[in-house]
């Protein structure tokens, strides 16, 4: 009768040994312990972290998933700072790139949670998931869960807008209560405007564009505009530093304004008069004008007129028919009219009789530029 007794002992023994030998290596439930047929502990398999910034109510032995498919499990979740580290066992044959993404999901409304790996959405693939890789916190984020969608619609039906639309439909009713035509002349506007603006969208396009293509000079620019911004403040500088010079200057400005306004005013109908008596001068300067112009002709080719050049000009020689008078009155006339020599040389050649009533000058009371010539004059 005492061997069964001693039995039933040495089995309790056992028993509380394997309880305290499991509380001494971190018993958390059964969830701390593996459950058979999971995925994950195949051959191949590697474990992986994924940096996590909520871990809601996932525990371990939570499904790791890809597009609602099971490919490992969670083994481990633990504090590291201010986030959550959790340690995941995955299939052999899963391959995913090195930069893919953890977010932590629920299988249906009342469902339970998972870990859903999935390929980075706005950026490539690279590299390769791998023994020992971690996700980092950035790649990390959660679904709304049930209880935050919850806590968010009845925020949103007791705190929010929904309970007042009765009152906002009422205090609306009241403001366009007689005001029916305006409203609707008002919707009618803003229908014809709103086609306009459609109508005009290849040219906001076309000023978009521009504004875009100026703004691309400017940066093009960047080198020039920084010089300039640079130089500014010195340049302002040096116009504070002479305000004083520019503000005497502008003063003495009004006061010469101040002069030339009274001198105006009090010789008005003097320049009048003589602006009007300039004007027939300058209409006949204009009314020569083609004249004018032709003359000037004759300096690009002086001392021979352009319009007779070529009837003389042939090749390497030209017709040149040249009278020379050499006569004493015509020298007299052409070098010592109005001198002290004047009429010396034409009192001599009158003496020797040969100018008599031919050659007539100033000394002689005549004109010699309209006197005719003869062709018997001088020698």
Known sequence: ??????????????????????????????????????????????????????????????????????VGNVTKIERQGYHALVTMVLNGDVKLPENATATIGQTSLLGSLHVELAPPKNAAGEGKLRQGSVIPLSAGGAYPSTEQTLAALSMLLNGGGIGHIQEITTELSVAFGGRENDLRSLIEQLDQFI??????????????????????QFADQKPVVDRALKTIPSALSTLKEQRQNLVDALDLLGKFAALVNMSASQTKEALVKELKDLGPVLESLANAGPALTRSLSFYSTFPFPKETLTKWFRGDYANLTAIVDLTLSRLDAAFFTGTRWEGNLTELEMQWGRTIGQMPSPYTAGNPLIVPYHMNQGN
């Open 1 to 70: 009768m005492r061997l069964p007794d001693t039995k039933r002992v040495t089995r309790w023994m056992l028993v509380c040994v394997f309880v305290a030998g499991s509380s001494g290596c971190g018993w958390r439930g059964l969830n701390s312990l593996p459950l058979p047929g999971t995925e994950g502990g195949g051959p191949g398999s590697y474990t992986i972290q994924a940096q996590l910034p909520d871990v809601s109510n996932i525990q371990p032995n939570s499904r790791v998933q890809i597009g609602d498919v099971t």
């Open 195 to 216: 086609a306009n603006v459609n109508n005009q969208t290849d040219d906001v396009i076309a000023a978009t564009d521009s504004l875009n293509n100026l703004v691309s």
